[in-house]
């Protein structure tokens, strides 16, 4: 038996008022579900009788909603209840990496590196806090006021942010990182200039030849797109071990095993780090390991596998530039809690990483490849850090786009005899200091 629906004052007129009337349908759904009967159907018997209740709830007169907008309030109610509700719309829009909800009235979107102001809204501060639980308990996970922060990823492969009152002062605050299923190639990559070929090319060399690799860069600046573009030149004959403190890596190769740290529970118990999965990993006979993003501790375990048979292993981190990525990885050796002086942590970055790569978002939004970098040695008491490519930024046009180059600097990496050795042998002209050539139609090889 359905109830009786409170007349609004009037139609409504905004998105606001819309969401206002969809919460009130959506709470008179739960009062006249049998749940007994609901219980008996399967997944799509449910969901068809969910919809013919919706719209039988629409159709009533004292909800006075106009004829032609009922099949929306039908979706917007079904999207209530089983996907993303009003952030819908959003998350199927592929050009949007991340939705950021500040508060009922405040919705933006990061669409090609810009953010936007969108007209989604929610009908009020208990209806985006009742939104956030739900998704939020579909991960296995709690936000209350004794847990108001709460990280959680999403059945999507989405990472999820919230932060609630008492600590989020104008309201709950949410942030979705978006998961990509379409992975950026190489040629997508020189396609947008966020590299040269010639700078693909050596990457491309580089991890073919089982040399060490880290990614550097901010948030957002695109370092596991670049470490998904490398991984697909792992020869599919290694075992490769993936490590990752939410998973979006998306190797191909046949033989890989990803694993994914485990946070604690409500009670604050059965936490499985990074560092405790790294330790794990080198007992599984990894021809490779790769770090979706060092943050702590587990960087010393990972510089050991580098160090001790694991070459052409991989890791991200954040970093405003090269030099400051090889400050915070010395820093993270000092939060593993192993006493190790400075002058031998330094040499042993030195001798367990080659190839340095920093990647920015630019203020235009565009992502670029700023630097390649050989980490020759440490010698005196400092890195001995050369740039390889480089990209110069001269200003914005009047397109809105960063107006730069890409350029070869002219030094000749000392791993070449390596790579040599390893059957990769990369031409000298591709060092000779210039411009690096644009080629939108570049295949990777």
Do not use: W
């Not at 107006?403 to 790579?419: C, E, K, Q």
């Amino acid at each position: 038996m359905v109830s009786q629906i409170e007349r609004p004052r009037s139609a409504p007129a905004g998105r606001q008022e819309f969401q206002q009337l969809k919460t009130q349908l959506h709470r008179q759904m739960v009062d006249s579900i049998d749940i007994s009967k609901a219980g008996q159907l399967d997944a799509e018997e449910l969901r068809q009788h969910l919809r013919a209740l919706a719209a039988h709830l629409c159709s009533l007169e004292p909800v006075s909603l106009p004829h032609g907008e009922r099949e929306g309030m039908v979706q917007e109610i079904m999207d209530e209840i089983f996907a993303f509700g009003p952030l819908q719309p959003l998350m199927n829009d592929p050009m949007v990496s991340d939705v950021l909800v500040n508060g009922y009235k405040n919705v933006y979107v990061e669409r090609d590196g810009h953010l936007q102001s969108t007209d989604v809204k929610f009908a009020n501060d208990d209806h985006l806090l009742r939104f956030i639980q739900r998704l939020v308990g579909r991960a296995g996970r709690r936000i209350d006021e004794v847990s108001p922060m709460v990280d959680a990823k999403l059945a999507d492969g989405s990472r999820l942010n919230a932060v609630i009152p008492p600590l989020a002062l104008r309201g709950p605050t949410l942030s979705i990182r978006r998961f990509k299923t379409k992975v950026l190639l190489f040629e997508d990559m020189v396609r947008t200039e966020s590299l040269a070929p010639d700078m693909a090319d050596f990457l491309i060399a580089a991890v073919r030849a089982r040399l060490n690799i880290v990614l550097s860069g901010g948030t957002g600046a695109g370092k596991t797109t670049m470490l998904n573009n490398l991984s697909r030149f792992i020869p599919t004959s290694e075992r490769v071990v993936t490590i990752e403190q939410t998973a979006e890596l998306q190797l191909q190769q046949p033989d890989v095993v990803s694993l994914e740290m485990r946070p604690p529970n409500i009670e604050g118990k059965g936490e499985i780090s990074q560092r405790d999965l790294l330790r794990n990993s080198l007992r599984m006979r990894p021809d490779r390991i790769i770090v979706g993003e060092a943050r702590g501790g587990e960087v010393l375990e990972m510089l050991q596998a580098m160090n001790t048979g694991h070459d052409g292993s991989m890791s991200t981190l954040h970093a405003n530039d090269t030099r400051d990525a090889l400050h915070r990885l010395e820093m993270m050796i000092a939060l593993s809690e192993v006493d190790l002086p400075i002058a031998i942590a330094k040499q042993y970055i030195a001798s367990a990483i080659q190839i340095f790569v920093h990647i920015t978002r630019l203020g235009t939004g565009e992502r670029k490849v700023i630097r390649v970098s050989e980490l020759v040695g440490y010698r005196d008491g400092a890195y001995v850090l050369e740039d390889i490519f480089s990209y110069r930024m001269l200003g914005v046009g009047s397109d809105g786009k960063a107006a730069g180059a890409f350029y070869a600097t002219g030094y000749r990496p000392v791993i070449l005899g390596r790579m040599a050795a390893a059957g990769q042998n990369v031409p000298d002209e591709l060092f000779e200091p210039r411009e690096l050539e644009l080629r939108p139609e570049y295949s990777a090889e």
